[in-house]
């Protein structure tokens, strides 16, 4: 089954990506040209962060947790330059962070890649109290989507050149993985898949890059149950939004695509929508900074 994501915003971003619905806003980053933009009925507001910025991830305490070139930074946009707090990789200048979201219980889970994105040379981690950068998983190419179930007891993941979803064993209590097994492998000519996020049912929402799609999985079965195509190759990510959550907010990349490319797909790098019939989402768990971060 095929739906087809209508055109949302003109953002017109080199690389779109990590779009998280937050205070009644859909926000994401535009990584190549260092920017979080907030995109509400009104207003399309863009905040420089002054360097690559991977994802961004809002925190309890109203600001937001930043991942950049050089580090994990919090930040207030419009209210002066992102303050970097920790960088676990101090040694791989040209690695930076990628995608990154919060458990349900708060604990950051924020992954990185090498610019070149051809080598293992990146990792998963979780940010323990203690600023203590804990590695979860090593070596990784491009960390990528991460989901949790609303049963609480799986966490999903991608490393995008594997061309495979991994659920692990989530403890609640630890925010330790264990376990792992395929969920899904995905054929080349399918695209790569990218950033992901879930449904109250379970199923997973994977942005295929490369492959002009969202592909909507029951990981259980481990079966593709819907295509929602998206007019531009590269589709980045996505998440649920809107009052009900109950609209899949799609981003895109130019990045990557030759000039014939761009003539046949000029939204690209633009933000897609979908209504799924019976589907809603889950709120973004904001990352806890009591006792955590400074």
């Not at 990506?17 to 933009?37: C, F, K, M, S």
Request: charged content about 20%; proline content about 7%.
């Amino acid at each position: 089954m095929t739906l087809r994501a209508e055109h949302h915003a003109a953002t017109g971003c080199i690389l779109g990506e990590g779009p998280v619905w937050h205070d009644g806003a859909l926000w994401l980053v535009d990584i190549e040209r260092h920017t979080l933009n907030r995109l509400d009925a009104d207003d399309h507001a863009s905040f420089d962060a002054g360097q690559r910025i991977g994802f961004a991830a809002p925190t309890d305490a109203g600001d937001w947790i930043v991942g950049l070139q050089s580090g994990l930074a919090r930040w207030s946009p419009g209210r002066g330059a992102p303050s970097i707090f920790l960088d676990p990789e101090p040694d791989k200048p040209t690695n930076r962070f990628n995608d990154a979201k919060a458990d349900p219980a708060g604990r950051l889970y924020a992954g990185t890649l090498e610019l070149a994105c051809k080598e293992p040379l990146a990792a998963l981690y979780r940010i323990d109290p203690g600023l203590k950068a804990t590695v979860l998983l090593e070596p990784v190419t491009i960390s990528n989507g991460l989901a949790w179930d609303a049963t609480g007891n799986a966490m999903y993941y991608t490393d995008t050149p594997t061309q495979r979803i991994t659920r692990f064993d989530w403890d609640p209590e630890t925010g330790d993985i264990r376990n792992p097994t395929t969920v899904i492998r995905f054929d080349e000519t399918q695209g790569s898949p990218d950033g992901m996020t879930i449904d109250r049912k379970g199923n997973l929402y994977t942005a295929m890059w490369g492959g002009a799609a969202v592909l909507v999985i029951d990981p259980t079965a481990g079966a593709i149950l819907e295509t929602i195509a998206v007019d531009a190759p590269h589709v980045t990510s996505c998440t649920f939004g809107g009052p009900d959550l109950a609209t899949l907010f799609i981003t895109t990349a130019r990045a990557g695509l030759t000039r014939e490319q761009l003539e046949a797909h000029p939204q690209s790098g633009d933000v897609f929508a979908a209504k799924l019939s019976g589907a809603e989402g889950l709120p973004v768990s904001p990352v806890r900074t009591a006792g955590v971060l400074p």
